[in-house]
């Protein structure tokens, strides 16, 4: 079940490649659809840095105080200040292990 | 009149600063994989076949949660779209291909590759052989992709579980878009989604990951509408 799931997310995301490409003239795409096209990423990856954040591994709320919140927030601003993906995931890493280990023990 | 092998290395050289992302987030796809409990050939798969990072996360999370398929297919479908856009730039680059050619580098087109492409080729109009081009970014990318995945994978296995190396995934998409965090019209419709995924998080079979960006894809239309 789990291979055939990965086969068709394969041919989907192939499919993504290759419409525009190979398929349907480009002019189909209006301007309109290409301008919300743009906003894909803004649209999506919010909706599992949210919740990953926000919620813990049984789907409530966590407080106001948990270490993920501390961790997002430092690689929220290391992360706009840096622009660098490295920079974003090592700093929201290290403070969140060094609450967990250090400041909770 | 570059030879094709010296538009060929051009794109692998164009790609190279990319790898200082691409890398680690090879290396955390594979490690997060084993995390969730994937079997190591299964996490590998989704490289060869999948082949785009944050779809193979948020699959790989989601049928780990216990979402259904069809969710976890639909929701790499949402995340895909946005190679709608980059095909559409490149066919213009690529018209001159055979369609058996056109179908094999189809599979090369991502997001690094397809930003340094269109730069270079919007920059040297007269370039006789484009798609050479696209073809160096797209396979440097893609071996160092599965090379790093691997690495992942064998990492995975040696992380302890304290380390809670799950709180990486969010950590992974905030680092992607990262750059767009100055644009205010983006960190709108961010807003929107994130809000809506926490209120619609318990919508059955998981289904708040496709419901949030189609919200905050309206959002958006709205908002483009409301600008002119």
Known sequence: MTWLSIII???VTYFSRMAMVALIDREMLGTKVKEVLNYVPAAVFPAIIFPGVF?????SFVEISDPKIYGAIVALVVGFYSRSVIATIVSGLLSYWFIIFFLLR | MLSKSKIFFKGIVAVLPHMLSVIPFGIITGAI???LGFDPILVYATSLIIFGGASQIIFMQLLSGGASSLVAITSVGVINSRHLLYGAVLSEYLEKLSFIKKLLISYFIVDQGFAESNKYIKQNKNLSNPHIYVLGTGVTLWF????STISGIILGSFIPDELGLKFAIPLTFLAIIVNDL???DHVFVMLVSGFASLILFDAPFKSYIILSPIVALIAAFIMLRLKK
């Open chain 1, 9 to 11: 997310s394969g041919i």
């Open chain 1, 55 to 59: 919620f813990n591994d049984f789907g």
């Open chain 2, 33 to 35: 994989g084993i995390e």
């Open chain 2, 144 to 147: 160092c992709w599965q090379l």
């Open chain 2, 182 to 184: 100055r644009k205010l």
